[in-house]
Antibody, heavy 113, light 112 residues
Framework: QVKLQQSGAELVKPGASVKLSCKTS????????MSWFKQIPGQSIEWIGM????????GYNQKFKGKATLTVDTSSSTAYMDLSSLTTEDSAVYFC??????WGQGVMVTVSS | DVVLTQTPSILSATIGQSVSISCRSS???????????LYWFLQRPGQSPQRLIY???NLGSGVPNRFSGSGSGTDFTLKISGVEAEDLGVYYC?????????FGGGTKLELK
């Protein structure tokens, strides 16, 4: 069956960067889209952007341009999201999802000195 | 950005009761391709969102048929015909017609 397994929780210092992973199985990754979302606990969800694994083409929410960079590795069926210049406002749970039907379990990123 | 306004923000229900959630959009969600990209999700505590409804009224795979979606243009409704205990959590509408995709503020369904 389809599985999206995200990397573990991260504790990072302000100004640092972090790379989150989303390893997939059970479907054809190389011809699919992957989206990423942000959710601050207790709040609604924001769409960060999406990437097409076939050619690496991306689309971003303008709010996250310069903050998030999406990439894929088709050899390992894994999607990645780099978050840069982290501030406390980036502390949140981040989800990957394909076709809205399948979601990763989410990863908590905490930005703190 | 498109703003989705969900009402109510909190919904108290008893088991077996039928309830509805409204999602109102600041712009029409009818796309030029003829589709309306309006979705409904349920997020149970501590879990990832689960897609319930896609394209306004289509039931997702494995979703019980007590869930139904309706609406058009800017006004949409999710109905649960007979709430069950497993339905408790936060419901979100989401639109993917206009970039950036946006979510409503959520409706928390709790037991009365």
């Amino acid at each position: 069956q389809v599985k999206l397994q995200q990397s573990g929780a991260e504790l990072v210092k302000p100004g640092a960067s972090v790379k989150l992973s989303c390893k997939t199985s059970g479907y054809t990754f190389s011809t699919s889209y992957m989206s990423w979302f942000k959710q601050i606990p207790g709040q609604s969800i924001e769409w960060i952007g999406m990437i097409y694994a076939g050619d690496g083409g991306t689309g971003y929410n303008q709010k996250f341009k310069g903050k998030a960079t999406l990439t894929v590795d088709t050899s390992s069926s894994t999607a990645y999201m780099d978050l840069s210049s982290l501030t406390t406002e980036d502390s949140a749970v981040y989800f990957c999802a394909t076709s809205f039907d399948y979601w990763g379990q989410g990863v908590m990123v905490t930005v703190s000195s | 950005d498109v703003v989705l306004t969900q009402t109510p923000s909190i919904l108290s229900a008893t088991i077996g009761q039928s309830v509805s959630i409204s999602c109102r959009s600041s712009q029409s969600l009818l796309d030029s391709d003829g589709n309306t990209y309006l979705y409904w999700f349920l997020q149970r505590p501590g879990q990832s969102p689960q897609r319930l409804i896609y394209l306004v009224s289509n039931l997702g795979s494995g979703v019980p048929n007590r869930f139904s979606g309706s609406g058009s243009g800017t006004d949409f409704t999710l109905k649960i015909s007979g709430v069950e205990a497993e339905d408790l959590g936060v419901y979100y509408c989401m639109q993917a017609t206009h970039a950036p995709w946006t979510f409503g503020g959520g409706t928390k369904l709790e037991l009365k």
